[in-house]
């Protein structure tokens, strides 16, 4: 006669399926949150690094072709006004950008990315390739990304 195996302790239990699994029959608006939630820490993480914030990135990268004012880099970046000043005083700060009064409105500011400003946009540059796997298809998810940010912002901005 023999006897029965014991039961396997409890760490070589059968494990649940996988993470990715189980979000298979995630919600599109839950996997693109979830995806958002990952990619906003990995970017947050990689520009610390180079002292720079996402907000801080994105105003460097609006700043590219020239001048803006507060207002239109507000604008152009989907944040409130408050926001994106908070935002250029942290680049001032460190002289990443210059603010130059408007000499025909004193209320307006003229904003105008360094040297400085230029050098570390360029190093951030290269993080989405750094930080993210390629994909086969991306043109297909930028399309999609777009369409969905251009009709819920819609409703916002």
């Known amino acids: 006669m023999t006897t029965p ?19 298979a029959c995630w919600p599109t608006g839950r996997l693109l949150s979830t995806a958002a939630r990952l990619v906003e820490h990995a970017w947050v993480e990689a520009l610390g690094q180079l ?15 020239g001048p803006l004012s507060q ?12 926001t994106m000043s908070r935002t250029l005083e942290r680049l001032e700060r460190e002289g990443y950008v210059e603010r130059t009064r ?14 400085a400003g230029a050098a570390v946009w360029e190093k951030s540059r290269t993080l989405e390739a750094d930080l993210f796997p390629e994909l086969e298809n991306v043109d297909a998810m930028r399309d999609a990304l777009l369409t969905i940010i251009s009709a819920s912002s819609a409703r916002r901005w």
């Open 5 to 23: 195996d014991p039961e396997p302790p409890a760490e070589q239990q059968p494990r649940p399926a996988p993470v990715q699994e189980s979000m």
């Open 51 to 65: 002292g720079l914030t996402h907000a801080g990135m994105i105003a460097l990268h609006l700043l590219g072709p």
């Open 71 to 82: 207002t239109e880099l507000a604008h152009a970046a989907r944040v409130q006004t408050q």
């Open 102 to 115: 408007d000499e025909h409105d004193a209320r307006r500011h003229s904003v105008v990315r360094t040297d």
